[in-house]
């Protein structure tokens, strides 16, 4: 059987064996803006019957429908449902009648519908019961074709497809839309002080001088006194001290400031202990303890302490970062995830400012600034991006189960300047997609044990199949009368 188009003319020719359900099919993939010429075989089984044409006829909807055949009896059936019906091509062309059609019986009885004038032909009763005998042959038919209902319910039949790992990004550019959130944050780190300086202090206290003469005697400063294990002391400042006089026995003596000459804790001495002097005119001693002679260390911040502070400074700014992105999630709506955060540090305590200066408890402290950036991704990613992906990766007239879809994280998330980034693995089931008028076509007119194979060679289990009336042997011969609903998709294998 071939068809050709011309103009808006579109012609089928149907083999000697064509029925009616072929000759449905091939009306179906007709162009729909055309009309249709079925050249129809002498002898073919489609002209057993006018509820056949009438079929047709429906079938070509707003199509206008036109016969072409040798057999008088098929363009006669035609007629009968008004379809124009010719005896050849160019016939068909002329809109004529072929000259060399035979009279038939049926032209006759149309002949005589349409005459203005003339006696009505006497009926036999042979052929009252003839015609009503057809008319209920064809009600038979009509009621054959037109009256069967069927319910076919399919699940489509499923195949693994993965594991496939995909690497998934959300942020500007990604591959996921998300929306970029940034703060200021700062802290404070404190790192040992491992340098020092010593620092020494000399001992101070007062020397008393006594006048051994009737002369006054100036005692200048930096006049030297000692102990007798020779620890050296100076004083500080100058005075004079005053004529003693022997009768009565007047005696001069003063108190003169002094230091160790030598820093550290060995110019700290007892009272009474410095008594030697540079002069014989008068005699010392230290009435009390000399106090605050003293060595020590002094903590000191060197580059090498201020250097590994600065690397510590990163942790910091994580940890502060990290209270941020807690702050972000309690703002955040429960249809979004927040991920974070990467952090950058933008500034921190100059070196000048602490190297090389005293750390009096042996510890410094520096103050760090940087900013903190998060991403707003809705929940549902990575999962809905991944099985988006997994579904194009399917064949094309395939589809998957998106609700059973299994994906797992293989890697990530994690973040930085980019964005958040994932790697999944996602797997899922992938079943034939519906094209239900194309089933429904394909089961019409056949038995019911040769639905399963017909719904199986498309992708699809039967379920259940409900016919009315429930004796009906065979599926509706025409599709419109049959309706397939979708049941969930079905495992391969399973029953």
Do not use: C
């Amino acid at each position: 059987m071939t068809a050709t188009a011309q103009l808006s003319r579109t012609v089928i020719d149907l083999d000697a064996g064509a029925t009616v359900l072929d000759a449905a099919r091939r009306i179906d993939d007709a162009d729909a803006s055309a009309d249709i010429v079925l050249v129809v075989p002498a002898g073919a089984p489609l002209v057993r019957n006018p509820v056949f044409f009438e079929v047709l006829r429906r079938r070509a909807g707003r199509r206008r429908l036109m016969v072409v055949s040798s057999d008088a009896r098929a363009r006669s059936l035609a007629a009968s449902v008004h379809i124009p019906a010719f005896a050849g091509l160019a016939a068909l062309e002329r809109r004529e009648l072929d000259p060399t059609e035979r009279l038939t019986e049926a032209r006759r009885v149309a002949l005589a519908t349409i005459a203005s004038e003339g006696p009505r032909p006497r009926v036999s009763l042979r052929r009252t019961l003839a015609v009503a005998s057809s008319l209920f042959a064809a009600g038979a038919i009509l009621l054959a074709v037109v009256a069967p209902y069927a319910t076919v319910v399919v699940a489509p039949a499923t195949s693994p497809l993965g594991p496939v790992e995909f690497d998934l990004r959300a942020g500007p550019g990604g591959d996921i839309a998300a929306q970029t959130l940034t703060a200021p944050i700062n802290g404070r780190i404190s790192g040992p002080a491992t340098g020092s300086r010593t620092e020494e202090s000399k001992a101070v206290g007062l020397e008393r001088f006594t006048n051994l003469t009737t002369s006054e005697i100036r005692i200048p400063k930096g006049t030297v006194v000692r102990t007798s294990d020779n620890i050296f002391f100076q004083t500080t400042e100058e005075k004079m001290l005053a004529r003693s006089i022997l009768q009565p026995f007047f005696i001069s003596q003063v108190q003169v400031a002094i230091e160790a000459i030598d820093p550290g804790p060995r110019g700290n001495v007892g009272p009474d202990r410095i008594t030697s002097g540079s002069s014989s005119q008068y005699s010392v001693t230290n009435p009390a303890a000399t106090v605050g002679g003293d060595t020590k260390k002094i903590p000191v911040v060197t580059q090498s302490d201020y250097d590994a502070t600065v690397a510590r400074s990163e942790k910091e700014l994580e940890v502060q970062g990290a209270a941020q992105l807690e702050t972000w999630r309690k703002a955040a709506t429960k249809d979004n995830a927040v991920y974070g955060t990467a952090t950058r540090r933008t500034g921190i305590t100059p070196p000048t400012d602490v190297v090389g200066k005293d750390a009096p408890t042996a510890t410094f402290d520096l103050a760090v600034t940087g900013t903190a950036t998060g991403y707003t991704v809705v929940a549902v990613e990575p999962k809905r991006t991944a099985v988006a992906r997994l579904r194009a990766t399917a064949p094309s007239e395939n589809d998957i189960d998106e609700t059973g879809a299994v994906v797992q994280n293989v890697l990530g998330p994690t973040v930085g300047d980019d964005g958040v980034r994932w790697r999944v693995s996602v797997r899922a089931q992938q079943f034939a997609r519906p094209n239900l008028p194309q089933l429904s076509a394909a089961l019409a007119g056949h038995p019911f044990e040769e639905s399963v194979p017909i719904a199986s060679a498309r992708g699809f289990r039967v379920v259940r199949v409900g016919i009315w009336p429930g004796w009906w042997p065979r599926l509706p011969l025409l599709d419109s009368r049959i309706t397939i609903e979708l049941a969930p998709p079905v495992a391969a294998g399973s029953r």
